[in-house]
């Protein structure tokens, strides 16, 4: 280490310490090279606020009179994890409330708490010779309870996918709204101002290191759930006393048709300790790659429509499939740059000093998924194989004798390379015979927007696709769009009573 | 300039929009419509020199024609100014200013309602 601790804290209590932000930085190494740098800066503060869904807060009410062991518990009707002990619970963000849904969650219990604001909680318990009652209600703030414990399993990724939509349809996703057929792109991260992406090899993010939490003075317990730092996709656990925080840097939020989550405020120090930290914190938005991915695939697998940097998508527009389209970011850029100042104020006016880690951190671990003993019935071990179709170029007439001897109501429609070029059900047929028109081609009469699936496709994806698009069919088809079976709300019907399925 | 039309079936199917681009050599842009079986409620823009004549067009034909001023209304309280709304606009209102504040170009506002729903801080809204 070429400045130690040590040194750094004795000038910030001296208060001769120079703490910059990391949106400063990049302009100052080119200005004074990278010795320069390390000379004069001490500390470089970062800076993110953005929906951190794996967020909540540990609380101890205090025991009434008489005591409960709570074994449910809810505050504004969302319920919290009581599990744990008498009167300790947990109380998660993305929590809705169970009588007004994703209007209301856990991150609003928080938001209000820290307003100030006024919050009922109910428990019930069986009842124990120790504590004997078995209800209780109170109207409760945030100053009267023991305490407020914010506990946060996995903040602020490094860098997230960016996401895009390739399907007809809208869709409501944790990256907000995706428009159709790559109509928009959405972001999240602070680019340069993420803090573990300034700091890339963990080397002065971990555990017990002091941070900006909503604006309380936290501190990072270590690596996050589902961290991957060998990806570039690290994660925190922090910690921090929801009692000093502030409802500017903690934010309630609901994603349309997806549910609730919290924005939260969180800021790192970098104590500039060596020439590798000045070139990890130098780092421009330029430099942070990330890629596009498709969330029209609904796997866990989505494919990457494009790699692009941080800038580009900051720019408010990129190019993509030869189309401009235009970008939103879903975390806030200006309250990342607002936390990364007040971090600036805070260790300069030497209220917060520096820590090393108390622990090292591996940053080569990379997630993995889960392991799944019983896999997802596939469309293949359901669908009927024995289908009755119909070229594009027969009848109505035709139509109507298949469908008829076929006892079914859906015939897709073949050409003549066998590609499935559309679908025409009982419907359609009798619609056309009322018009009097039996000798009109199927074609004319067809669906040719045909939703399908494919035989390796989960039951559960298949099921949604039916129900989104209110029908009651689809084709199997193969990679090249040929026919190998049909799916109908029938043989999903095959499926209830078993296990998988509610 | 914004003009909302309110067209009422009983007079017939009239293609009043049409005829009115005729008669009088305009050219409307037609921003958002919504017809029902027995009405419909068109918004239309035209230039702003152009307005009266094709206002004064579409009330010979029985249309109820109103120039629309209201826009989305955003409550800084909420707004924590992310940008989620940006790019789901169909009509270009929200940017970033130098300082990454969101900034509104209200008179652009079609009231189509898209970012209302796609808000996650519940900050915009339709009506004052």
């Not at chain 1, 796997?299 to 030869?322: D, F, H, M, Q, W």
């Not at chain 1, 990364?340 to 006016?349: H, M, R």
């Not at chain 2, 005729?22 to 050219?27: A, S, Y």
């Not at chain 2, 970012?115 to 004052?128: D, Y």
Request: hydrophobic fraction near 35%; include cysteine.
């Amino acid at each position: 280490m070429e400045k130690s601790i040590e040194e750094i804290n004795l000038r910030i209590q001296e208060g001769n310490a120079h703490i910059v932000t990391a949106e400063e930085m990049p302009g100052i190494v080119d200005e004074l090279g990278e010795a320069g740098a390390l000379k004069e800066v001490d500390v470089v503060t970062t800076g993110t606020f953005g929906a951190m869904c794996s967020s909540g807060a540990f609380f101890n009410f205090g025991h009434s009179d008489p005591p409960i062991r709570m074994e449910r518990a809810w505050m504004n009707d969302v319920e919290l994890y009581s599990g744990i002990a008498a009167v300790d619970a947990y109380l998660g963000v993305t929590q809705e409330s169970e009588t007004q849904g994703s209007a209301y969650g856990g991150a609003h219990v928080l938001e209000d708490l820290i307003s100030g604001k006024s919050i009922e909680l109910r428990a019930s318990s069986k009842g124990t010779d120790c504590y004997p009652r078995k209800t209780l209600s109170t109207e409760i703030l945030l100053h009267d309870l023991n305490e407020a414990i914010m506990c946060n399993p996995r903040n602020s990724y490094q860098r997230y996918a960016a996401a895009t939509n390739s399907t007809d349809n809208t869709l409501n996703t944790y990256m907000g709204t995706l428009l159709p057929d790559y109509g928009n792109v959405s972001f999240s991260g602070a680019g340069l101002l993420s803090p573990l992406i300034n700091d890339p090899k963990l080397k002065l993010i971990g555990s017990g290191v002091p941070i900006f939490l909503c604006g309380s003075k936290g501190m990072i317990i270590g690596q996050g759930t589902q961290s991957s730092p060998g990806t570039l996709f690290a994660t925190l656990m922090t910690t921090g006393n929801l009692k000093e925080m502030s409802p500017d840097y903690l934010r309630a939020a609901t994603f349309k048709n997806y549910g609730v989550s919290c924005y939260i405020g969180l800021g790192v120090p970098i104590p500039v300790t060596d020439l590798e930290t000045v070139r990890n914190t130098a780092i421009r938005d330029e430099d942070i790659m990330t890629n596009i991915i498709d969330y029209g695939v609904p796997g866990r697998n989505r494919p990457t429509v494009k790699t692009v940097s941080y800038a580009e998508l900051k720019s408010g527009c990129i190019e993509l499939n030869g189309e401009e389209v235009r970008t939103s970011s879903l975390s806030s850029y200006k309250k990342a740059r607002e936390i990364a100042q007040e971090l600036k104020k805070w260790v300069s006016s030497g209220q917060m000093t520096m820590t090393l880690p108390t622990r090292p951190s591996d940053a080569s671990r990379t997630v993995n998924p889960m392991r799944e003993s019983k896999r997802t019935p596939r469309v293949m071990e359901i669908m009927n194989r024995n289908v009755t179709c119909i070229s594009q170029d027969a009848d109505i007439k035709t139509a109507a004798k298949k469908l008829l001897r076929g006892e079914t109501n859906h015939l897709p429609v073949l050409n003549d390379e066998n590609k499935v070029v559309g679908i025409v059900t009982t419907y359609d047929v009798s619609k056309a015979i009322i018009k009097e028109n039996v000798n009109d081609s199927v074609s004319m009469v067809m669906s040719k927007n045909v939703i399908s699936t494919t035989p390796g496709e989960a039951v559960d994806i298949a099921a949604m696709k039916l129900e989104r698009n209110n029908i009651s069919a689809l084709p199997v088809i193969d990679e090249e769009g040929r026919l190998l079976g049909i799916l109908t709300g029938t043989d999903l019907g095959k499926l209830l009573g078993k296990r998988w399925y509610k | 300039m914004k003009l909302l039309v309110k067209i009422h079936k009983k007079r017939g199917q009239e293609p009043i929009i049409a005829r009115t681009v005729l008669d009088t050599g305009v050219l409307i842009n037609v921003e958002r419509a919504n017809i029902e079986s027995m009405s419909g409620e068109v918004l239309i823009e035209v230039a702003d020199p152009e307005a009266k004549r094709v206002c004064d067009r579409l009330k010979e034909f029985g249309a109820e024609v109103e120039r629309l001023e209201d826009s989305v209304c955003r409550n800084e309280e909420e707004c924590i100014d992310c940008g989620e709304c940006v790019s789901v606009c169909p009509q270009n209102v929200f940017s970033f200013d130098e300082e990454w504040n969101i900034t509104l170009k209200t008179e652009k506002c079609v009231l189509c309602g898209k970012c209302v729903e796609a808000c996650p801080h519940n900050a915009l809204s339709l009506h004052q």
